[in-house]
């Protein structure tokens, strides 16, 4: 193996972590969502490439794991950091003990490395958990084990894609991660490592998917108000950590056994190689008496670099701008919108309108949404999307928007025809939670179709499509086919009045001639007697018009 492989996964690394430090701090929430795990791996890694950067470029594999490992140790942060610290010392272990004149085989190192990694890891908690990134290294390692005989490719792919498919199962596989609804936080961060390893043999990389819970941005508030005291074992107030010489390795275990008296997610590591003044140890604990932990490793040593965060004042420091006073309304319903016409009709019906149709600016996307909906300064937000994002998108936008102070309902519905029939019924003297079931009710009561213009030739459930043909749709299904734009509408408003309804709204599109409206209004007066039929001008581009029945 090329000791130069290591130098640039490393540096990967580091590029990989810079790049979903934020997503891996919003999954931060076990052993306390104090969302540091993303930046405390990043900072350690970054420590074991500035230490391999001193190392001489002609350095073999060896040497330069064991800068790598030595320099993680000993800057480690937080207990993610230590764990995968634990990861660059088993590998540098194996490198040296399966080297034979200073060369290692990729597959030994890491089938070697990850398993010496694991069990080091594992060692070093006090209590291990499955559903945390323990687990997915010990299957890291197993599934490196049973690819020993792959070429080093396929074998890095199978850690990677393995560590993917183990990552999405610690949700179920801890408590605290399916209440937030999250993938746990180190193992999202040590799947960033093993891609990156893929990226650095094959050039490429699998794209995986933007790991976020519906509760990240939410939840309980961290740590004590000021005067304050922890109540329970299980609520910590600060995260100390230092470096300890000149102790025997046999009174770790004392030293353990104190601090877990003392707090909680108790992470003991040792350097790698021994000196003269014995091994060197790196602690981490959580606690309410950080004073006393210290004390703890002073009686049994030197103590050094030590490091205290007091989880509350990170978390007042990491708020937003707008977290720190109270919102300058109490609610509020932010509808997204296609159309100049349909945007002022939300706009006088009450809503706050964010356009999806961005006049050249591009897409609408959900950052901006989210952010959109922070500027609306409310306490309660009802997010109508209208079908302008996946489903998915709109949970990540209520995330992103989501505070202390912030509370954001996403009304189920793909299309404006629904949300207006919301709006009929939006009362903002009623309690926000009953106005929002109410909204959400008469939302999902309403059918809703489209009419658009087919511009390429398909298989559809009403037939064959062709170029020009109008296209009657319910949901993403073409159930009408029509060469003309009024058997199109026509045909739709029978099929979505099949199963009764007492009203019909249609939202005109930009591009629809107004004498269709009065047609359609005649067909149903004559063809369906007793049910109403209104029309709004929209302004919509590529939807002819949207049929809503109630």
Not at 95 to 106: D, L, M, P, Y
Not at 393 to 419: D, H, K, N, T, W
Not at 444 to 453: I, N
Request: one cysteine or more; proline letters at 3%.
């Amino acid at each position: 193996m090329d000791p130069g492989l290591l130098r640039d996964w490393i540096e990967g690394a580091v590029a990989g972590l810079g790049a979903v430090r934020a997503e891996i701090n919003d999954l931060n929430v076990f052993p306390i969502p104090d969302s540091d795990t993303g930046s405390n791996m990043l900072h350690t890694m970054m420590a074991a490439a500035d230490a391999v950067g001193e190392v001489q470029a002609d350095a073999d594999t060896a040497t330069v794991a064991r800068a790598m490992a030595d320099g993680a140790v000993g800057k480690a942060r937080g207990n993610s950091g230590i764990i995968l610290s634990q990861v660059l010392v088993g590998l540098a272990d194996a490198a040296e003990v399966n080297s034979i004149g200073g060369r290692v085989s990729f597959n030994q190192l890491w089938v070697a490395g990850l398993r010496l990694g694991s069990l080091a890891a594992t060692r070093a908690v006090s209590q291990p958990r499955e559903g945390t990134v323990l687990t997915l290294l010990r299957r890291a390692a197993h599934n490196a084990a049973e690819h020993i005989e792959a070429t080093p490719a396929d074998l890095a792919r199978a850690i990677a894609d393995g560590c993917a498919e183990d990552l999405d199962l610690t949700t179920g596989q801890l408590d605290v991660l399916a209440q937030a609804g999250v993938v746990d936080a180190g193992g999202r961060g040590l799947l960033v490592i093993f891609d990156e390893l893929v990226k650095v043999l094959t050039g490429v990389s699998a794209r995986r998917r933007r790991y976020q819970g519906a509760l990240a941005g939410g939840g309980d508030r961290i740590g004590h108000q000021i005067g304050e005291t922890c109540e329970s074992d299980d609520e910590m107030d600060f995260e100390v950590m230092y470096l300890l010489e000149g102790a025997a390795a046999e009174q770790i275990s004392t030293l353990r056994r104190d601090l877990d008296g003392l707090g909680d997610a108790v992470v003991i590591v040792g350097d790698s190689a021994d000196d003269e003044a014995g091994e060197r140890f790196s602690i981490h604990v959580h606690t309410c008496e950080p004073g006393a932990a210290i004390e703890a490793g002073l009686a049994l040593g030197r103590v050094s670099d030590i490091r205290i965060s007091c989880f509350l004042l990170d978390a007042h420091r990491g708020q937003d701008d707008d977290s720190g006073h109270l919102p300058k309304r109490k609610r509020a319903v932010v509808a997204v919108v296609t159309g100049d016409e349909a945007a002022e009709l939300f706009e006088q019906e009450g809503a706050v309108v964010v356009r999806a149709d961005t006049d050249g600016a591009g897409e609408l996307d959900a950052d901006a949404l989210a952010k959109a909906i922070i500027e609306v300064d409310s306490a309660h937000v009802v997010l109508m999307g209208n079908g302008a994002l996946p489903a998915q998108e709109l949970v990540a936008v209520a995330a992103a928007a989501r505070s202390r102070e912030r509370s954001v309902v996403i009304l189920p519905g793909g299309s404006m025809v629904q949300s207006l029939s919301a709006m009929a019924v939006h009362d903002p003297t009623e309690l926000a939670d009953d106005d929002a079931y109410a909204m959400a009710e008469a939302a999902a009561a309403t059918r809703f179709g489209a009419v658009v213009v087919a511009t390429e030739t398909a298989l559809t459930f009403a037939g064959t499509c062709r170029p020009g043909d109008h296209l009657g749709l319910i949901g993403d299904g073409v159930l009408v086919i029509d060469r003309e734009i009024l058997g199109a509408a026509t045909g739709l408003i029978d099929l979505l009045l099949s199963t009764g309804g007492e009203m019909v709204s249609v939202l005109a599109g930009r591009n629809l001639d107004p004498g269709v409206l009065e047609q359609l209004e005649h067909h149903v007066n004559t063809n369906h007697p007793g049910v109403e039929f209104v029309s709004y001008p929209g302004g919509q581009v590529g939807e002819l018009l949207q049929v809503g029945v109630e």
